[in-house]
């Protein structure tokens, strides 16, 4: 008997059904590659279907809990994964077509020996899905953010900015580099636009990173506008020994190396270390480099400088990683507020009196970020706060507080440019 062929566009469901499944299981999110579809267009379909249903993933639930009667099956394979893409397309990208979510879902739940029994019912839930997808497209926004961060964040940053949290959710984030060399030619050839100091933005394109004007010249390096502001800050004059704590993947300690500071930059993850090496040589930089717990690491004499990018929630990357805010919870935050204090406590014993301290995070929590300020000042004999100003940070003056704080959220407009800006907070200490 012949073997009948897969309909179009079945590999790329499949494809993506894993991918969606493993990240609602708890692994982050990475864009598939080459080596997941060959095709690019499929590729790049594939990413848009996985992207939009994590973007979503709160409207989805919603809509999910008013189709199954029951609740999700249990124990159904792909079911989910399938179904979460196939309501992401009839509901938030008609563009698609109807009829391809609904052909497409059927068949590849059939393909899985777990889900297929459960064929009838996607049928029947994306049926009715299709019935009312004009009456599901108009949910609120409101559900995009999860209520175990709405409640914080409406009281940390008010109505309007979270409003700007779902737009910038949904929109993703633009690619920012930052420059080696202050080259306006290069910019013109990236096709970018000058955010703030040496950061630029580059907001559609069409190739990937590898494939840009200047990457195999190390001319520049990936970093979040947000994410290159703690380096910036840290005040030294030139020729100073500066410790980077979590350093990979060595953006900040890349900053530190162009503002010519002698660094050595600690990692724990050999892998990551690994990268880390890798975009340095890139870049023609070089630092002393150590596999190294931060929290226990002991230098044989203290650095002028310490800057401390510490473990966190990561809830300010949610453009980049949609997934974060729902595999996160209070918990999570309390661990990692107190690992953040036992590095912080290290990073304090690194330095030399007179020293500069810069603690950051990628969170929105303040847990993770004022509140660590406190703690530092009355846990840390001799540390003192070193208030940023906001004349160094021109463009985002509205980024640091009357304490002299800086914190960064994704509905600011860095340089007034539109993309928005990973959340990020940043304190910088003097130790007395």
């Given at each position: 008997m012949a073997h009948k062929p897969d309909p179009a566009g079945l590999k790329l469901r499949l494809v993506a059904a894993q991918r969606l499944r493993s990240v609602l299981a708890g692994e982050n999110f990475s864009p598939l590659t080459t080596s997941d579809l060959p095709d690019g267009r499929d590729r790049a379909l594939a990413n848009r279907l996985i992207t939009t249903a994590l973007r979503r993933q709160g409207q989805l639930n919603f809509i999910i809990h008013a189709l199954l009667d029951k609740g999700m099956p249990g124990k159904s394979g792909t079911f989910e994964a399938v179904l979460r893409l196939s309501l992401a397309q009839l509901v938030f990208l008609p563009d698609l077509g109807a009829h391809s979510a609904l052909f497409l879902a059927v068949e590849a739940v059939k393909r899985d020996p777990k889900a297929r029994h459960l064929s009838g019912l996607m049928n029947a839930v994306l049926r009715n899905a299709q019935a009312n997808s004009a009456k599901f497209g108009m949910l609120s926004d409101d559900l995009l953010i999860p209520d175990t961060f709405g409640d914080t964040w409406l009281e940390a940053y008010g109505e309007e900015a979270i409003g700007g949290f779902s737009t910038a959710l949904l929109q993703g984030a633009p690619l920012d580099l930052t420059l080696k060399d202050d080259d306006s030619e290069l910019i013109d050839q990236l096709g970018a636009e000058r955010v703030m100091a040496d950061t630029v933005r580059i907001d559609q394109r069409d190739r990937p990173v590898e494939a840009l004007?200047?990457?195999?010249?190390?001319?520049?390096?990936?970093?979040?506008?947000?994410?290159?502001?703690?380096?910036?800050?840290?005040?030294?004059?030139?020729?100073?020994?500066?410790?980077?704590?979590?350093?990979?993947?060595?953006?900040?300690?890349?900053?530190?190396?162009?503002?010519?500071?002698?660094?050595?930059?600690?990692?724990?993850?050999?892998?990551?270390?690994?990268?880390?090496?890798?975009?340095?040589?890139?870049?023609?930089?070089?630092?002393?480099?150590?596999?190294?717990?931060?929290?226990?690491?002991?230098?044989?004499?203290?650095y002028d400088g310490v800057l401390l990018d510490a473990p966190c929630s990561a809830t300010g990357t949610f453009r980049r990683h949609p997934e974060v805010i729902w595999h996160r919870s209070v918990g999570d935050v309390a661990g990692r507020v107190r690992l953040q204090r036992a590095l912080l406590t290290n990073a304090y014993r690194c330095l030399e009196p007179g020293g500069v301290l810069i603690y950051c995070v990628c969170s929105l929590e303040p847990a993770e970020g004022e509140e660590q300020v406190q703690w530092a000042l009355e846990s840390l004999p001799g540390l003192g706060l070193w208030p940023v100003a906001p004349a160094e940070l021109p463009g985002m003056e509205q980024a640091v507080s009357a304490q002299g704080l800086v914190r960064t959220h994704p509905a600011m407009m860095p340089g007034g440019r539109e993309g928005g800006m990973d959340g990020f907070f940043v304190a910088r200490f003097r130790r007395q």
């Open positions: 004007p200047g990457y195999s010249e190390g001319r520049w390096w990936v970093q979040d506008a947000a994410s290159a502001i703690p380096a910036r800050l840290i005040g030294l004059e030139s020729g100073k020994r500066v410790l980077d704590l979590c350093a990979a993947p060595g953006g900040k300690t890349a900053q530190l190396i162009k503002a010519g500071h002698l660094v050595t930059a600690l990692d724990s993850d050999p892998k990551r270390v690994e990268r880390l090496k890798g975009n340095l040589e890139r870049l023609n930089y070089s630092a002393e480099i150590i596999i190294g717990d931060a929290g226990t690491f002991a230098p044989n004499s203290l």
